[in-house]
C-alpha cells in the first residue's frame, strides 16, 4: 500500500467524516488540513524555499490548522504519528492533569519517553520532569536546558529553553505543559523560558494560552532525503561517506548537482515559531 493510502486509513480510522482530495485529508470538523508529502512528488525542485513556511502562515491567518506529512516521517515514527492524527482528530484517552503528580525524572526514563512518543526523539537536557497517574504511570514529560545568561532590553537574565515536550502516545493530558512548567519554575526560577513550534505541524497556539509570546520565525531548513532510503540528512550534515565521494570527483562543481545525481530529493521544512515566557 502507497504511504498516501496508508494516512488516508489511518485518517478515516480515526475520523470517518474526514473527506479526501488528492494529497490532502480534510477534517473539517476540527478545520484541520492534512497535506501529505510523498518523496519526491512532481515539481519539489521547482518549490522557493519559504514555500512551504509562507503556506502554514497563511492557513494560520485563517485560523485553519495545517499538518505537513512528509513520507520519511511517517516511515521513520509511524506510531507516533498515528498518535498525533488520533489527537487532531479527537480520538485520544483524555485525562485531566490535576489528576497527576509533576516530578523529576531521570535522564533515562526521559530519553526512553521521548524515544517512543516524540516525533524528534529525544535530545539531552538539563532538567527533566513527567506527569504520573495513581498508577505511576508516565502519561507527559518535559525537558529543560540549562541556564544561560541572555541580554534582553538591556538587561541580564537566566534564560532557558523548553526543548522537548510530549503526552503519552494517545493519550491528551488536558493541563499537562501548564503543569510541567509551574514545577519548573518552582525549582528553577528562571527569568524567562524559551521553546520552538515546528511549522511543519503546528503554529504553537498552545503555548500563546500559557502566557507565551511570538518573537521571530526562523527560516526554512534544506534537507536532503533519498526516495530509496526514507532518511532525511540536513544540508550541512551529509553523511561522511558522500562527502568524501563529492570532494574526490571532478563532474559536479557544487554539492547540490551531485545529490540530485545520486537520487537524493531536496526539501525544505516551514521553520519554526519561536517563542519567549518572560517571568
Not at 494560520?60 to 505537513?68: E, G, I, K
Not at 498518535?83 to 526514563?109: E, K, N, P, Q
Not at 504553537?204 to 532525511?232: C, D
Not at 545525481?261 to 516551514?270: F, L, M, P, S
Request: charged letters at 25%; hydrophobic letters at 40%; glycine letters at 4%.
Amino acid at each position: 500500500m502507497s504511504f498516501v493510502n496508508e494516512v488516508i486509513d489511518c485518517v478515516l480510522q480515526y475520523n470517518p467524516d474526514a473527506e479526501v482530495v488528492d494529497n490532502t485529508v480534510f477534517v473539517r470538523s476540527k478545520n484541520t488540513e492534512i497535506h501529505l508529502m510523498p518523496v519526491p512528488f512532481p515539481g519539489i525542485e521547482d518549490l522557493s524555499p519559504a514555500f512551504f513556511q509562507e503556506q502554514s502562515l497563511d492557513y494560520a491567518s485563517r485560523d485553519v490548522q495545517l499538518v505537513r506529512l512528509w513520507e520519511d516521517v511517517w516511515r521513520a515514527k509511524q506510531d507516533i504519528v498515528r498518535s498525533r492524527i488520533a489527537m487532531l482528530s479527537g480520538s485520544a484517552v483524555s485525562i485531566m492533569a490535576r489528576r497527576t503528580t509533576a516530578w523529576r525524572i531521570t535522564r533515562d526514563v526521559m530519553f526512553e519517553f521521548f524515544a517512543n512518543n516524540h516525533s524528534h526523539s529525544f535530545v539531552d537536557a538539563r532538567y527533566n520532569y513527567g506527569l504520573y497517574n495513581d498508577e505511576h504511570k508516565l502519561l507527559a514529560a518535559a525537558s529543560f536546558s540549562s541556564g544561560r545568561k541572555v541580554k534582553r532590553n538591556g538587561t541580564t537574565v537566566r534564560s532557558f529553553e523548553l526543548v522537548r515536550y510530549a503526552n503519552l502516545l494517545h493519550h491528551r493530558v488536558t493541563g499537562s505543559l501548564g503543569k510541567l512548567l509551574a514545577r519548573f519554575i518552582k525549582d528553577v526560577n528562571p527569568d524567562d523560558i524559551m521553546t520552538y513550534a515546528d511549522l511543519d505541524w503546528t503554529t504553537g497556539k498552545s503555548y500563546q494560552t500559557l502566557n507565551f509570546v511570538q518573537t521571530a520565525i526562523t527560516p526554512p531548513l534544506k534537507f536532503w532525503i533519498h526516495p530509496n532510503e526514507m532518511i532525511r540528512y540536513p544540508a550541512h550534515r551529509i553523511p561522511m561517506k558522500l562527502t568524501n565521494e563529492y570532494h574526490t570527483q571532478n563532474k559536479y562543481a557544487k554539492m547540490d548537482d551531485f545529490l540530485k545525481d545520486k537520487g537524493y530529493t531536496r526539501i525544505y521544512n516551514a521553520g519554526n515559531v519561536k517563542y519567549l515566557l518572560n517571568l
